[in-house]
T-cell receptor, first 113, second 113 residues
Framework: EPEVTQTPSHQVTQMGQEVILRCVPI?????FYWYRQILGQKVEFLVS????????KSEIFDDQFSVERPDGSNFTLKIRSTKLEDSAMYFC???????????FGPGTRLTVL | GQQLNQSPQSMFIQEGEDVSMNCTSS?????WLWYKQDPGEGPVLLIA?????ELTSNGRLTAQFGITRKDSFLNISASIPSDVGIYFC?????????????FGQGTELSVKP
């Protein structure tokens, strides 16, 4: 069964540092997403990406965030200058079509000190 | 923005009992998804619903897309200990918000053997 993979599983960083979270979506999927989940809270949408462009982004996804598909398989989320409140689980998801089922990766736990 | 209210927030049941949880929205969705999340892991897709009135089963799980398109429920029959986890509903308004999933707050299920 194809699945979404994410690395690293846990990232600890100092406030102000840049982090890059990596995802490998399911291979025949065309739509990619990042979500985050602060501990004990619901999952929140950050951004969707299709055809090398951002399709939608939430108000959380400010200028400190960026996404990239650097090659045919990876999809990355970069946070330029991390803040304490960026500490959360970050989930990558992918779908075959825009309204189709979204499959989530196992997440990266980001801890900002 | 769109809000999803999921209830109940938590449930403590005996093994073998049936469980029901639901989500209501302030506005219409055209897709409802139900996910299960275990601690420290990503959401796992259980059921996807695409049409108002649709009733879909996946083993002991049954979910329905409400006629008004503003609600959905998930039933689990004959619960077992491995059903323990947090269940999230998620709605998608494809025509107005693309692939952005809006998540409910989750229902935490505990099953006593």
């Amino acid at each position: 069964e194809p699945e979404v993979t994410q690395t690293p599983s846990h990232q600890v960083t100092q406030m102000g540092q840049e982090v890059i979270l990596r995802c490998v979506p399911i291979s025949n999927h065309l739509y990619f997403y990042w979500y985050r989940q602060i501990l004990g809270q619901k999952v929140e949408f950050l951004v969707s990406f299709y055809n090398n462009e951002i399709s939608e982004k939430s108000e959380i996804f400010d200028d400190q965030f960026s996404v990239e598909r650097p090659d045919g398989s990876n999809f990355t989320l970069k946070i330029r200058s991390t803040k304490l409140e960026d500490s959360a689980m970050y989930f990558c998801a992918s779908s075959e079509t825009e309204g189709g089922r979204q499959f989530f990766g196992p997440g990266t736990r980001l801890t900002v000190l | 923005g769109q809000q999803l209210n999921q209830s109940p927030q938590s449930m403590f049941i005996q093994e073998g009992e049936d469980v029901s949880m639901n989500c209501t929205s302030s506005s219409i969705f055209n897709t409802w998804l139900w996910y299960k999340q275990d601690p420290g892991e990503g959401p796992v897709l259980l059921i996807a619903l695409y049409k108002a009135g649709e009733l879909t089963s996946n083993g002991r799980l049954t979910a329905q897309f409400g006629i008004t398109r503003k609600d959905s429920f998930l039933n689990i029959s004959a619960s077992i200990p491995s059903d323990v986890g947090i269940y999230f509903c998620a709605g998608l308004d494809l025509y107005n918000q693309g692939g952005k999933l809006i998540f409910g707050q989750g229902t935490e299920l505990s099953v006593k053997p």
